[in-house]
């Protein structure tokens, strides 16, 4: 059974601390998507790849967020340094293509803590 | 512009009944897909279905039934026969096909369901 895979599911630190958010895609997906999901903002959307190239990011915050996808199998979102206001549940998908009819399967999330 | 709207933000019925979970949404373009989502307590995202914009054809997998009228620029949901199980929060999510564009959602806010014994 084919399944997006994040890690860590949790994570806690302290305000200031580098946070590494890790997803391992559907072997043969072609997408990658990131969003971040918040009481009050709802499900937003970090960035997205295709075929490991970053297609679009304005939906992050520049000066302290970074998405990359070192090879196929790995996507990750980096926080330096981490503030309160970024404490939510960060989801990874991943899809077969990336036409507009492209089904997105979500990971189970990575809930983000930031004290 | 595109948008997502779920104004039932929770919902609260007894098991065995019907509900109906709404969503309207907006858009510019002629083609275009909608999804529904399920996000039970443990947190990940399910996909439940996706329609395309040409497709007005009701369907029904099991208890679960989608209504999709253009007219109104709705695809409600359904369940019939709740059950304590269903209960989650439901999102209803529009990509549109346009050049440029690569599979991005653009979600509701969800709907919380939520299925008493």
């Known amino acids: 059974d084919a399944r997006v895979t994040q890690t860590p599911r949790h994570k806690v630190t302290e305000m200031g601390q580098e946070v590494t958010m890790r997803c391992q895609p559907i072997l043969g997906h072609n997408t990658v998507f990131w969003y971040r999901q918040t009481m009050m903002q709802g499900l937003e959307l970090l960035a997205y790849f295709r075929n490991r190239a970053p297609l679009d990011d304005s939906g992050m915050p520049k000066d302290r967020f970074s998405a990359e996808m070192p090879d196929a199998t790995l996507a990750t979102l980096k926080i330096q340094p981490s503030e309160p206001r970024d404490s939510a549940v960060y989801f990874c998908?991943?899809?077969?293509?990336?036409?507009?009819?492209?089904?997105?399967?979500f990971g189970a999330g990575t809930r983000l803590s930031v004290l | 512009a595109q948008k997502v709207t779920q104004a039932q933000t929770e919902i609260s019925v007894v098991e065995k009944e019907d509900v109906t979970l709404d969503c309207v949404y907006e858009t510019r373009d002629t083609t275009y897909y909608l999804f529904w989502y399920k996000q039970p307590p443990s947190g990940e995202l399910v996909f439940l279905i996706r329609?395309?914009?040409?497709?007005?054809q009701n369907e029904i997998s099991g208890r679960y039934s989608w209504n999709f009228q253009k007219s109104t620029s709705s695809f409600n949901f359904t369940i019939t026969a709740s059950q304590v199980v269903d209960s989650a929060v439901y999102f209803c999510a529009l990509s549109e096909d346009f050049s440029g564009n690569t599979g991005k959602l653009i979600f509701g806010q969800g709907t919380t369901l939520q299925v008493k014994p």
């Open positions: 329609r395309n914009s040409f497709d007005e």
């Open positions: 998908a991943s899809g077969l293509t990336e036409l507009a009819k492209n089904i997105q399967y």
